[in-house]
């Protein structure tokens, strides 16, 4: 086993001495200052004009009602986000901008456009039926594509493939449906106090029936389609240019598609609303659901295909591809560190794997032609990386793996065997007299 890197590290005031002497507004903080600021005033604007059409306690009532479904759905992301976790920054930027920055961008552009038809027609309701099912789905699904555009422009390498397009998407969503929800939960609970509806019979409570028990996933699942063209954009090659700008393109259409046609169930009669979520959003729901599902079981087994490469040259134990390509391998090893060595100790099994998993990703889009010019300065950052965390990760990972691995039956030869594995044939040899209690690593 190796025990010292194979080649030198890779300096790291290259890049420093690059950013020396960029200009100031390239600085890395004054782009995030920027952008902070921008969400912050965006979130400060529409909290003004969602309080204004709500009132206070329109405000706070919707407030309490959509924060509900919120924590769900970003953990059912972070979720399937596990393989190859993203930094949180990038989610907290994804929600940021769909809480804030969308749903604002929405909110003016919606009512202009909804003004300008219905000044244009003298026809109020034409123009209402038409902003929801032309006007929002464009303006909502381009906003919030936005935000998933910007990470996969700016943080490419975290952006590797459908699922972190997924995720990234879907969390926007849910930041928008968030706003909204306030915005639609506080309007309802504000007619229900003009009429003095209360209970089951009240309009807040068939909203939230249809906003928060039924659909919670839908803005999601719109926007979601928008991610999956940017993670099959990713996963193409640069060469590949044309297909590279056709997927995004194609998956917003469709998350536009979708969304107008959600949006529009109730122009198809009394019941067109339950007609269209049995016969569209459920099963479109439970196909992207398998896709992405699918899509993780590749993730792990890719894990498990490239790694091996990096434990014949010593950078791994033989024991490490298995369980870093087994989610309950993984989670034994950061329980393991955590019993024996603490808190720390399992962060830093759970960066080793991350870590791990980059790098087999990486291996992977290289063997494809798909890698980047940075290809080798980047595998020699993920060695590295791993390399520091090797004194605790390893014992975490060689126990996960012989927990999980499946047991395989070894039959000692007839004829006497040499060997560190073999069964003592030579009385005196020093080798085991039975074989070696192995486990298979590689067998799933």
């Known amino acids: 086993m190796a025990t010292f890197p194979p080649y030198p590290t ?74 190859e976790p993203g930094p949180w920054p990038n989610l907290l930027f994804a929600f940021a901008w769909g809480a804030c920055a969308a749903a604002l961008i929405a909110i003016v552009a919606n009512s202009f456009a909804t003004r300008w038809i219905e000044t244009a027609t003298a026809d109020p ?70 009429t003095g509806d209360r209970g089951i019979a009240s309009v807040t409570a068939a909203t939230f029936f249809v906003r928060i028990v039924m659909s919670p996933f839908a803005h999601p699942l719109f926007t979601v389609l928008t991610g999956i063209g940017f993670g099959i954009s990713a996963l193409s090659a640069e060469r590949q240019h044309v297909r590279r700008v056709l997927l995004p393109v194609s998956g917003l259409l469709l998350a536009m598609g979708m969304h107008a046609m959600w949006n529009g169930s109730s122009a198809f009669g009394e019941y067109g609303f339950f007609a269209v979520y049995a016969a569209f959003m459920l099963p479109a729901f439970g196909l992207l659901t398998w896709l992405v599902i699918w899509t ?104 996960a793996a012989r927990a999980t691995a499946p047991p395989v039956q070894v039959t000692a030869p007839p004829w006497p065997v040499h060997g560190v594995y073999g069964v003592q044939g030579v009385h005196g040899s020093g080798y085991p007299a039975v074989p070696y209690p192995a486990y298979n690593p590689y067998r799933s």
């Open 10 to 83: 890779h300096p790291s005031d290259t890049a420093g001495g690059v950013l020396r002497h960029a200009h100031w507004w390239q600085r890395r903080w004054v782009r995030y200052g920027a952008l902070i600021t921008l969400l912050a005033l965006s979130g400060l604007v529409i909290l003004a004009l969602v309080r204004e059409q709500t009132g206070t306690e329109g405000f706070l009532v919707g407030l309490g009602l959509a924060v509900l479904p919120v924590p769900l759905l970003i953990a059912a992301f972070r979720w399937l986000d596990r393989v």
């Open 125 to 194: 309701s034409s123009a209402d039926t038409l902003g929801a099912t032309v006007i929002a789905p464009v303006v909502e699904e381009t906003a919030k594509g936005a935000a998933v555009l910007l990470v996969f422009l700016f943080r490419r390498r975290e952006f590797t493939g459908i699922v972190d397009g997924v995720v990234i998407s879907g969390v926007t969503a849910t930041g928008f449906a968030f706003t909204e929800n306030i915005l639609y939960l506080g309007t309802a609970f504000g007619t229900d106090q003009l």
């Open 296 to 399: 993780r079981q590749r993730e792990l087994k890719t894990v498990r295909a490239e790694l091996p490469a990096y434990a014949v040259t010593g950078w791994l134990t033989p024991a490490e591809p298995y369980a870093l390509g087994s989610m309950r391998a993984r989670r034994l090893a950061r329980d393991y560190a955590r019993r024996r060595f603490g808190k720390p100790a399992a962060r830093e099994v759970a960066q080793y794997e991350a870590y791990a998993t980059s790098l087999a990703f990486l291996r992977h889009r290289g063997r494809l032609g798909r890698a980047g010019a940075d290809f080798v300065v980047r595998e020699r950052e993920l060695l590295q990386e791993l390399w520091r965390r090797r004194g605790v990760a390893r014992p975490a990972l060689d126990y």
